[in-house]
């Protein structure tokens, strides 16, 4: 069983046009994030949330919402997809309310976005 | 902005050598990771660090964690192809709750 599941894993679409990434974790965990992974592999965080609450909001532009329906699902809506948003958006879990000292991060595939 | 600064960023080396990958920063962090990612996956944690001059042991692969808790070394003995992939540092400032990653070491081992 997949542990953190994202789909899609190839996201290729025009610039201006707007999508979501849905990501699932069957790890029971209660803290979910969102990660973007650029070209030089530098993995910076975007968001996380604790059952549903949102505990970390980095400075990244509001064409990017995350939603939360439940503790197990994380969604990434981004709106006016603009060039510069090409990367591959990475979902990771992990247990307890924050980031604990010893808690491993669980990470996805990864789904990599291409704006043309 | 809190840095941790990865050296080397690439590393190319023959199958049976010695290796050392080091992190560093000025910041101070409670904890530290380790995580190694492939082609097309997500990083994979290797392992945890919390304690100044800490020195854990995973088979071929040492981690230490320096004594002022402010950087941090892996050391891979007799390299094989299979640990060719990103190697990436990851480190939790004191007071905070969110990691911070390094800057990545990328490394290819030729058989």
């Known amino acids: 069983d997949t542990a953190v599941s994202q789909t899609p894993k190839y996201l290729v679409t025009q610039m201006g046009n707007d999508k979501s990434i849905k990501c699932e974790q069957n790890?029971?965990?209660?803290?979910m994030y969102w990660y973007k992974q650029d070209s030089k592999k530098f993995l910076k965080i975007m968001f996380s949330?604790?059952?549903?609450?949102?505990?970390i909001n980095e400075t990244v532009p509001n064409r990017f919402s995350p939603k939360s329906p439940d503790k197990a699902h994380l969604n990434l809506h981004i709106n006016s997809l603009e060039l510069g948003d090409s990367a591959v958006y990475f979902c990771?879990?992990?247990?307890?309310?924050?980031?604990?000292?010893?808690?491993?991060?669980?990470f996805g595939d990864g789904t990599r976005l291409s704006i043309l | 902005t809190q840095l941790l600064e990865q050296s080397p960023q690439f590393l190319s080396i023959q199958e049976g050598e010695n290796l050392t990958v080091y992190c560093n920063s000025s910041?101070?962090?409670?904890?530290l990771q380790w995580y190694r990612q492939e082609p097309g996956e997500g990083p994979v944690l290797l392992v945890t660090?919390?304690?100044?001059?800490e020195v854990k042991k995973l088979k071929r692969l040492t981690f230490q964690f320096g004594d002022a808790r402010k950087d941090s070394s892996l050391h891979i003995t007799a390299a094989q192809p299979g640990d060719t992939g990103l190697y990436l540092c990851?480190?939790?400032?004191?007071?905070?709750?969110?990691?911070?990653f390094g800057t990545g070491t990328r490394l290819k081992v030729l058989a």
């Open positions: 990771a879990s992990s247990q307890g309310r924050r980031t604990v000292s010893n808690q491993p991060q669980h």
């Open positions: 790890l029971g965990h209660d803290t």
């Open positions: 949330y604790n059952n549903k609450e949102l505990i």
């Open positions: 910041s101070v962090f409670s904890s």
């Open positions: 660090v919390v304690t100044g001059g």
């Open positions: 990851a480190g939790l400032p004191t007071g905070t709750y969110k990691y911070i």
